[in-house]
């Protein structure tokens, strides 16, 4: 990535739009500031791509909010940390109490993010700590500890949209470090493409269209899995569970649509111990 994350204010433009459905699955009201004319820009030119992409952020974004009420409300977590938060919005939208908000993100996109934040009324930017860290060199827990986070304590770990965007080795090493720097019976939560949307080999035209825009935007796809498994064994999680759009669609949306698109994008959920609680 060169220079602050486009595809960043791309999801953000798609959560404004999302906020305005008739029966929204989230409403981020801050969304279509942050986002501007140049997110909304950015958005209309992908839907061409993957017209299913307002779906998926959709259910993306609802899934993990749900995730983040749950650990709050039924487990008692009182920490949460945004891994490359981009124009996350959840410390403003979903302010329980006694939570902490912590929003680590390459040191450009952070930057703009809080020029953006600052010239928005009302917006409580002290919501969240921030913490600047590039994966690809940075170590999240040396930066997040720098930043006041508490190691003992359970942790929720949301890594929205961004681990197609590393490489391996980020990827690889970023996650050791959560399992092995945060209290085990924290929760790390990330989504992930198949392999073959980031090597891009076997694609339809339909899907190098997509895996190509986002490249055009110096964000190419770096990082795919089919079977994620062994990766997260080998960086020291010891339960995993993942979750697939057509899943979250049939619970959220209610419908089973075959026509849909570049359907194998997954949510994963992984600890570095097994949760006494049941996890969506
Ligand atoms: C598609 S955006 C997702 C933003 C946000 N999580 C969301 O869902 O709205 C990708 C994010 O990954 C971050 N990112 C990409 N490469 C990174 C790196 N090497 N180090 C830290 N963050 C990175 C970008 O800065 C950007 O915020």
Redesign the pocket.
């Known amino acids: 990535?060169q220079g602050?994350?486009k595809?960043?204010l791309?999801?953000?433009a798609y959560?404004a739009r999302i906020s305005r459905w008739e029966r929204p699955l989230f409403v981020d009201r801050w969304a279509e500031a942050l986002a501007g004319e140049d997110g909304h820009a950015i958005a209309r030119a992908f839907d061409t791509h993957w017209p299913a992409m307002e779906s998926w952020m959709a259910l993306?974004?609802a899934y993990l909010d749900r995730l983040v009420g749950l650990a709050v409300d039924r487990v008692g977590v009182r920490q949460v940390v945004?891994?490359?938060?981009?124009?996350?919005t959840r410390a403003a939208r979903l302010p329980y109490a006694g939570v902490r908000w912590f929003e680590?993100?390459?040191p450009?996109?952070?930057a703009a993010k809080r020029e953006r934040l600052a010239a928005l009324p009302g917006y409580p930017v002290d919501a969240a700590t921030y913490a600047p860290?590039?994966?690809?060199?940075?170590d999240p827990i040396d930066r997040l500890l720098a930043a006041g986070m508490s190691p003992r304590e359970q942790t929720l770990v949301?890594?929205?949209?961004?681990v197609p965007?590393?490489t391996e080795a980020?990827v690889r090493a970023t996650a050791t470090r959560l399992a092995s720097g945060l209290d085990p019976r924290s929760i790390v939560a990330f989504d992930c493409v198949g392999k073959n949307m980031a090597d891009g080999a076997r694609l339809n035209e339909q899907d190098q269209g997509t895996r190509a825009f986002v490249g055009d935007l110096a964000?190419p796809v770096r990082f795919g899995s089919d079977h994620i498994t062994p990766l997260l064994a080998a960086c020291g999680y010891r339960w995993v569970r993942s979750v697939g759009f057509d899943d979250l669609a049939l619970q959220f949306l209610g419908d089973y649509d075959r026509d849909r698109l570049f359907r194998f994008q997954r949510i994963v959920l992984c600890s570095p111990s097994t949760p006494d609680t049941p996890w969506p």
Not at 133 to 138: A, G, K, Q, T
């Open positions: 990535m602050a994350s595809t960043a791309m999801v953000c959560r993306r974004v945004i891994l490359g938060a981009g124009y996350d680590v993100d390459h450009d996109t952070q860290c590039d994966f690809e060199r940075e949301i890594w929205e949209g961004v965007y590393l980020a964000e």
